[in-house]
Structures are given as C-alpha cells and as structure tokens.
C-alpha cells in the first residue's frame, strides 16, 4: 500500500493509502482523456484533406461498434467527436465536403447498439431535415444522398414518434420526390424500403404515405414507378378501399411500355407474340375491373370515363386473347351490377350476342367470329355523364 501526501492551505499534511492499481488506473484515463483531447485538437485545426483521412480511419476501425465500445474509444467522449462531425454537416452538406464519409461516420453512432443517446443528440441539431434536404439539392452525387435515406432508415426503425417526426417534416414530399427522380436503382429500392417503413405502424401519416407514392406514378422512371404500385399493394390492406383519387394515375401507368411497370400473365403471352399496345389494353381491361369492384363510386366514375366502350373494343381484339378475357370479365361485372350498363350492352351487341356473353363471359369470346369481333370493336356505346350518375345513385342509395 502506498502513501499520497496531500497538503492543506495552512501547511498541514495528510496522508492517504492509495494501492498501485488505483495510481495505474488513474494514470491510464488521464493518458486517455489526453490523447482524446489531443485527438479533438487535431479535428479541429485540420483542413479538408486531413479530416478527410481521420473519417477514413473512424469508418474502418469503429464500423458495427455497441455504444459502449465508442466510449471507451473515446475516453467516455464519444459525444464530443460526434458533436463535431454533425456541426461540420451543417455547414458544409450543400457543398458536398467530404459528404458520404460525414455521413456514414454519423451512421456509426445511430447505428451503434445501445446508442440512444447518440440519435436524440443528432435530431436536437435538426440532423432530420439536413438530412431530408440533401435529398433535394440536384448537384450532389446519387451515392451521398443514399447514405442520407439509410440515416433516415436508421432514424425511422428506432419507432414510432421518430417516423412521426421525419413525416412533420415535410419527409414524405421529399422522398417522393426524389424516388421518382433518381437515377440510382439502388437508391430508389432504399427510399421504398423507407417509405415502406414509414406507412407501418405509423397511423398518423397513412393517408399521406399512400397518396405520396400516387403521385410519384405520373414520372418518368419506370422504376420508380414498379417500386410505388408495389408499395401501394402492400398498404392497400391497411389503407382498406382504394380512394377514387387512385384511379387517374393508376390507368396512366397501363400505357407505360415497361414491361416491369406493366404486368401481364405469362400464359398469355405464349399463345402469341403481341404488340405492346394490346398488352397495355389487357392490363387496363384487368385493372378496370379490379378497381370497379372496389368501390361503388369508383366504379360509377369509370363508367362516366367510358369504360364499357373501352372493354367492348377489348373484347372484339381478335388479336391478343389476353385482352379479350380480361375485358369481357371485367364487362361482366359492369352488366351485372348497373342496369343501365346491361340495357346498352345488350342493345349494342343484339340479343343471341349478348345471351352468349351472359352465359359464358370467360369463354364465349373464343367461339366469336370476324363479324361479331367488328361488331364490337366499332361499338358506339356511350353513356351520357348525368344518367350514369343518377341511375347509380338509384341503384346502390350509399353512393352520393
């Protein structure tokens, strides 16, 4: 046992016993408050350059570290080098200095397992919406504004209050916008991935995850587009029946020539080798009636849209038998449900044309020849607006 000798104002001494571990210990922290602060210096006086090498060597040694493995990096200092690295962000994020290594050096820490602490000292120098803009300013690099979205991923999977507080502020408009004009396919699978996130267990900010990935369907990108439906089809369950505002962007789509954007079944793209149109128009005949049966109003509008002209010209494409199914399936249900539909249809078509059709909606198609195939192709069924309208609303009273 040792003896510390300490001396009071008046002169007077006093001895302590202090172990050799205890001297050792103390030691070895004040080395290491030294070298951290030493550590701190050199961030601080360092140029561009320098810094960026110092980001080099924290991305490589402490990538996947726990919380308390960054303290004890830095001397239970963690929070100082990280309060640097996010003050650095706020003044240089508009001019890309060093951006993807700022920004996956923060990553380290909110990703940091029992890191907390780390993510609340992020978001109270507003690190959300530096993040949420970066995502907007065209002259950074596709690869800087990805490493944004996995800090947005980060934030969004620490719960609910924090997907809250991307979509205050204004996250939702911002991811939108950049999924439908990015250039990088992998960023645009991580803001699906996000906005995904975003729409479960988020109630609050639903509605407008859902109708942010509507308006991303009228871009130029079809993948962003495929990414948007495929999200939609997901939420759809949660968000229950689909809104009549789906119903413009969704129909814009069908005439998308991607095949990835426009789905259609392998079967019947094996009887023969079809033009793209009629695979848009067997796509929009299929959808037409997936969307009719969701929801009376819907329905009605599509009818006000001219939808039954349309499945008739579909039903009469001798040329593509994909397009006549799902056409005359989808008419089936517009004949069936609106009296007014069955009364024109079966003007149009002639009574044996339109007992066949009732009879054998899925099949009748095929016996059809050349002649009845033009009778409906040049169909000039047109409901007017205002009948279609009152006529459902006296049929299904609910719908206003």
């Given amino acids: 046992m040792l003896m510390l000798a300490l001396t009071n104002d008046s002169g007077k001494s006093f001895n302590f016993p202090v172990s050799a571990e205890e001297i050792m210990t103390s030691v070895k922290e004040q080395e290491a408050i030294r070298k951290l602060m030493v550590f701190l210096q050199e961030w601080d006086s360092a140029h561009k350059a320098a ?4 980001l080099d060597n924290f991305i490589k040694s402490n990538d996947g570290k726990t919380e308390p493995e960054l303290e004890l990096e830095f001397s239970q200092g963690a929070s100082l080098f990280l309060a640097r690295l996010t003050a650095w962000l706020r003044m240089t994020y508009m001019y890309s200095t060093c951006l993807n290594k700022l920004l996956k050096s923060i990553g380290i820490f909110l990703s940091a397992a029992s890191g907390r602490r780390y993510l609340i000292e992020f978001l109270e120098v507003g690190g959300v919406l530096i993040l949420l803009e ?5 002259h950074l690099k596709e690869e800087d ?14 719960g609910r209050k924090y997907k809250e507080l991307i979509c205050e502020s204004y996250g939702v408009r911002s991811l939108a916008e950049f999924l439908a004009t990015s250039n990088s396919a992998d960023a645009q699978e991580d803001v699906q991935i996000l906005m995904d996130s975003l729409g479960r267990g988020n109630p609050k900010y639903q509605n407008q995850l859902y109708k942010g990935l509507i308006a991303v369907l009228p871009c130029a990108s079809p993948r962003a587009q495929q990414l948007a439906l495929q999200t939609l089809r997901v939420m759809q369950d949660t968000v229950g029946e689909a809104p009549s505002v789906l119903v413009k962007p969704v129909l814009g789509v069908l ?19 079809p033009v793209l149109v009629y695979i848009q128009q067997a796509a929009a005949a299929k959808v037409t009636g997936i969307l009719a049966k969701e929801s009376a109003e819907v329905a009605e509008e599509l009818i006000q849209l001219k939808a ?18 799902h056409a005359s399936i989808s008419l089936e249900y517009f004949v069936r449900t609106f009296p007014f539909v069955e009364e024109c249809v079966k003007k149009a078509l002639g009574h044996t044309l339109f007992q066949h059709f009732m009879d054998s909606p899925e099949t009748w198609y095929t016996k059809m020849d050349l002649v009845q195939a033009e009778k409906l192709a040049s169909n000039i069924v047109d409901i007017p607006r205002d009948i279609a309208r009152m006529q459902s609303t006296e049929t299904n009273p609910g719908v206003s």
């Fill in 308 to 325: 039954v002209h349309g499945l008739m010209v579909a039903v009469g494409n001798l040329d593509h038998v994909a397009s006549q199914r």
């Fill in 255 to 273: 005439c998308s020539v991607h095949l990835e954007v426009q789905y259609e079944d392998p079967t019947a793209l094996c009887l023969r080798e």
């Fill in 145 to 158: 504004k990805r490493e944004s979205v996995k800090l947005l991923q980060l934030i969004a999977d620490t």
């Fill in 134 to 138: 970066i995502l907007g300013l065209n």
């Fill in 51 to 54: 810094r960026s090498h110092i």
